[in-house]
């Protein structure tokens, strides 16, 4: 009988062991349902227009179901996601069509949220966000990405407000006529007097000045320039990871005095210099090269050659995040996947994961006071502070009729 029983409990044991909860990933879960998880950036409106089963169709793509991308219902809320920018994005690189392809998105972007009523509500205020977030939905935000929607007009730049964008990232990958590209060439070094006067309008309106995807020139001029606090909207830090989508360390440290928050982002390439390193070496082997065909044969050779691409890892994530708190402070980190826009790291791979990330940081030993400030309350006081701006703006001054022909001549 005691031989029976000693051999049960070398079956039973291990599984129970095996069962046991990880603390920090319930610790992280308990923290994530006493605030508000706010993701700054997410490209499902961009996916669903170019679904290749049925692109732009709102309904075909139907998040109660678990989807071919990284986002549906089911899976903000294991992610416990109580707020979400929504990029609104469009192409610089298609030249033409700006104000239709905007317009189509926010199309998009509002259908998806009126079509699912039991868990998404448009938000357009940081009010609006803590009450969606109260009643269990995902408080929806609408970020644009890419000034060159404008077609250089402040006009537009109101109607965009009007229609419910409440972040306006000032570039994507083209340099404008008022403000340099952090992938492109610079032609300005930093903002023109329009792109000032853009920033100076946005603040007036109370929409947040998002400086990712920008010229570290242009970063720096913003800061210079605005009245309100900023954001980064997708970025990591350039001293860990060398791609020029990062921020430097010293637009890091002026985060304190401007109050803004650098929302960390999950793009491998962005938090893993070893990816980042194959990746350029890629992208100098096809450079040049137009044919698709061609491109995936280099590609495979490459891959021959070198191994598949290095994965970064949720940790890479992490360090990202205690790097930027290291340099602006924990009042100006917050988190912003940009998931649908590429790839992910190995543990972060779909909106259901942000309890991980959590976990690990708790683990590092973040109190919990940190852990909310960055998951959303940090982002929301940025918020709250540029409508509190806004207000004192637009007693002091009527909405600008400046024209580019007239600042930049």
Known sequence: MLRLAALLSTLVLPCAFAAAPDPAITHAR???KSTILIDGHNDLPWEIREDEKAPMDVEAYDLRQHTRGETDLARLKQGQVRGQFWSIYVPGEIKDGYARTQLEQF???????????EAMELALTSADVRRIAAKGKVASLLGMEGGHVLENSLGA?????????????????????????????????????????????MNRLGMLVDVSHVSPDVMRNVLDVSAAPVIFSHSSALALTDHPRNVPDDV??????????????FVPQFVNQA??????????????????????????????????????????????????????????????????GGSSPVGLEDVSKYPDLFAELIRRGWSDADLKKL?????????AQAEQVSKRLQKERPPSVATISALDH
């Not at 990232?169 to 006067?197: Q, S, Y």
């Not at 998951?375 to 929301?380: F, K, R, S, T």
Request: proline share 3%; no cysteine; net charge neutral.
């Open 157 to 201: 730049l109101r109607a965009y407000y009007d229609l419910g964008a409440r972040y306006m990232t000032l570039t994507h990958n083209v340099t404008l006529d008022w403000a340099d590209a952090a992938l492109d060439e610079p032609r300005h070094h930093g903002l023109t007097p329009f792109g000032k006067e853009v920033v100076r309008e």
């Open 275 to 340: 990816t980042r390193a194959w990746n350029v070496e890629l992208n100098r082997q096809s450079k040049g090269v137009a044919a698709e065909a061609d491109l995936k044969r280099i590609e495979a050779a490459y891959i021959k050659e070198h191994g598949p691409a290095p994965k970064a890892t949720l940790k890479d994530v992490a360090d990202h995040i205690d790097y930027v708190v290291k340099l602006a402070g924990h009042d100006h980190v917050g988190l912003a996947a940009d998931f649908a």
């Open 375 to 383: 998951a959303g309350e940090n982002v929301l006081r940025v918020f």
């Open 252 to 265: 890091l440290k002026r985060m304190k005095d401007n109050g803004g928050v650098v929302m960390v982002t």
């Open 30 to 32: 308990a923290l994530l």
């Open 107 to 117: 199309d998009i972007a509002k259908r998806m949220i009126a079509r699912y009523p």
